[in-house]
């Protein structure tokens, strides 16, 4: 490995994708120009506009942050009482739940997928329940056409957090297309990112209307509000960023594909260490690679070889860990039994994974891991 000077390479769990200043250069030109800085100007209707035609969607309002763009979507199905969600997932997922006075049904995953089990579902609803909050964990589908049909049946709901989901298609549809509402990230972080800024995707006129007085303050003319908002706006500047960095999202993705197909190449068959596959019919962005360390099998437990991986100023991730019922906040919701979510956040980590990452790294990494027993 070439280290940097005065100290060692650092391999970070990612590397946040970063236009050129001469690509951004003529974007400030016409924000200097124009002075619109916010508010949805020219900039972030154009680049509106080609996250639609990106996606395959009709509706798109973009936000400041995902985080917001969760929050705002939830108040926009006036919902009530209880909402089924996961426990493996950002805590972010769950905040957005109590800032809009509801009240966070935590079900248990499914080992092969570590999405929220589908035959729990059902199990969960209750005379209060009034929506469905999936999470695309690492951005692998949910069981989509079961959890429809559970919504159908019991009028529920289904708002989608597709947080890691950029660019991905289940058989050559968007994931976004699905549910009620699905809301994406753009956070630097993320596969495809405006530094922060969000979106939720909707299928209809008056819901993108309502969304976007909603991230307005409320404000829907000039005289009169369309309920309780928030400064939920994505600027100028952030708007500019997502422009150029939509030119090149597939040249990434299929960067980071190579990457984790190598990933796979090199940790198939190593005892206590198994990872997932691409799931069947569905084009992956590749957001994460995850693994699960079976300390028995492995030989260390997975925060050992975290241990041992930073040793090396390598960074991966534990994520997610803390599952967000072991914080107090949330610990009081727990009401079912998620064991299996338990287990996994237990022993999970997500592996620097970016398109940058280059052949010598991923090669340090394996070999790191595999010494590391």
Request: charged share 25%; proline share 3%.
């Amino acid at each position: 490995m070439k280290e940097a000077k005065g100290k060692k390479h650092i391999i970070n769990v990612t590397r946040p994708v970063f236009p050129s200043f001469l690509e951004i250069k003529p974007y400030l030109e016409r924000m200097q120009s124009s002075r619109v800085l916010t508010n949805c100007g020219e900039i972030h209707e154009e680049f509106e506009t080609a996250i639609c035609k990106f996606l395959g969607v009709k509706y798109v309002s973009l936000m400041s942050s995902g985080t917001l763009a969760l929050v705002l979507a939830l108040k926009s199905q006036n919902l009530k009482g209880e909402v089924i969600t996961t426990p493996f997932t950002s805590v972010s997922t769950a905040q957005s739940l109590i800032w809009n006075n509801l009240t966070p049904v935590f079900t248990d995953i499914c080992k092969l997928d570590f999405n929220i089990d589908v035959d729990l579902i059902e199990k969960a609803i209750t005379d209060k329940t009034s929506a469905i909050l999936p999470v695309h964990v690492y951005g692998n589908p949910c069981k989509i056409e079961k959890i429809e049909k559970i919504a159908q049946k019991h009028k529920l709901k289904v708002i989608y957090d597709a947080a890691h989901c950029f660019g991905v298609k289940i058989n050559d549809k968007s994931i976004c297309s699905f549910g009620d509402l699905s809301v994406l990230s753009f956070h630097a972080t993320k596969v495809f990112n405006t530094l922060e800024g969000g979106a939720v995707i909707c299928h209809n006129r008056e819901t993108k209307n309502y969304l976007d007085a909603l991230k307005n303050s409320g404000i829907s003319s000039e005289t009169s509000l369309a309920g309780y908002g928030l400064n939920a706006k994505l600027n100028e500047f952030q708007a500019a960023i997502g422009h150029i960095q939509l030119k090149n999202i597939e040249s990434c993705i299929q960067k980071r594909k190579t990457i984790v197909k190598s990933f796979r190449q090199l940790l198939t068959g190593i005892n206590g260490l198994t990872f997932l596959s691409d799931f069947e019919n569905v084009k992956h962005n590749y957001s994460y690679f995850p693994i699960v360390i079976d300390a028995g099998e492995f030989g260390i437990s997975r925060d050992q070889l975290v241990e041992k991986l930073q040793f090396e100023n390598i960074f991966p991730r534990r994520y997610f860990y803390p599952l967000v019922t072991d914080f107090d906040e949330f610990s009081c919701f727990k009401k079912q039994n998620v064991s299996v979510a338990e287990e996994i956040s237990k022993k999970v980590i997500c592996l620097p994974l970016s398109d940058s990452l280059s052949k010598n790294e991923t090669n340090f990494i394996v070999k790191t891991i595999i010494k590391s027993r």
